[in-house]
């Protein structure tokens, strides 16, 4: 277990900074994360008239889901497929689309504030909308297909073997495209290098990009590398 790391005596913007999923309970309590960032939790909190406990428990809940990461892949080569689709579907679907919904409306202000002086946003929006695009129907289709399939692999009561195989190979075929949109989005932010006139908000959209670009390649790695090549 982590222990939480942030007091009242924390700055706002260092604790968007270290935990960017933070900016959205920030953003419910209207506490100003970019701009006005540069105070401490317990002045924000009494500016805006909060409720102490209320919000650092908020902030704990987010500390404790997306603070740990997967560290021991070993567990998951020993771990039957059952267990490692409900993990998949558990910690990495639920946890893409609920990032991809909520990081929309980031990168969408910041490609109409920034783009006419950094052009290069405009194409990190129409990247991440087509990668969102393919990440939701990807899952969507592994959720309702692929994965019972995958089970009646295990079980062996699988109809058509082959039929199977050809929706694992397509799968992977979709995870290579994936991959190659979020190495474009890197590209074309040069490994998320901030410009000098960088607000709050362009480096919490860099922040959290980069972080969803982890996400999907932990989640890509347990379906590719331990799952799928137990069917091949």
């Known amino acids: 277990?982590?222990?939480?790391?942030?007091?009242?005596?924390?700055?706002?913007?260092?604790?968007?900074?270290?935990?960017p999923k933070t900016s959205d309970v920030f953003k419910k309590?209207?506490?100003?994360?970019?701009?006005?960032?540069?105070?401490?939790?317990?002045?924000?909190?009494?500016a805006n008239g909060l409720n102490e406990e209320a919000l650092m428990d908020e902030l704990?809940?987010?500390?404790?889901?997306?603070?740990?990461?997967?560290?021991?892949?070993?567990?998951?080569?020993?771990?039957?497929?059952?267990?490692?689709?409900?993990?998949?579907?558990?910690?990495?679907?639920?946890?893409?689309?609920?990032?991809?919904?909520?990081?929309?409306p980031y990168v969408t202000k910041v490609s109409r504030v920034h783009g006419d002086s950094h052009p290069?946003?405009?194409?990190?929006?129409?990247?991440?909308?087509?990668?969102?695009?393919?990440?939701?129907?990807?899952?969507?289709?592994?959720?309702?297909?692929?994965?019972?399939l995958i089970k009646q692999l295990a079980d062996g009561t699988v109809e058509n073997r082959e039929d199977a195989i050809n929706m694992i190979v397509e799968l992977e075929k979709e995870h290579d495209h994936a991959g190659e949109i979020l190495r474009q989005i890197r590209a074309v932010t040069s490994d998320y290098a901030l410009p000098l006139d960088a607000c709050g908000t362009y480096?919490?959209?860099?922040?959290?990009?980069?972080?969803?670009?982890?996400?999907?390649?932990?989640?890509?790695?347990l379906e590719n590398n331990i799952l799928f090549p137990r069917y091949f």
């Open 29 to 46: 309590f209207r506490i100003d994360f970019c701009c006005g960032g540069n105070i401490p939790l317990s002045e924000a909190i009494a």
């Open 1 to 19: 277990m982590f222990t939480f790391p942030f007091s009242t005596n924390t700055l706002v913007k260092d604790i968007v900074n270290e935990l």
């Open 203 to 221: 480096r919490l959209v860099y922040k959290r990009l980069e972080d969803l670009e982890g996400l999907t390649f932990m989640h890509v790695h």
């Open 120 to 148: 290069e946003l405009l194409t990190v929006y129409e990247l991440f909308y087509e990668f969102k695009k393919e990440l939701m129907e990807h899952m969507a289709k592994e959720e309702a297909v692929v994965f019972p």
């Open 60 to 104: 704990k809940a987010v500390f404790e889901k997306y603070s740990s990461t997967e560290t021991d892949l070993e567990v998951w080569t020993k771990s039957d497929s059952t267990t490692i689709i409900d993990h998949v579907i558990n910690h990495y679907h639920r946890t893409s689309e609920e990032e991809l919904l909520l990081l929309s």
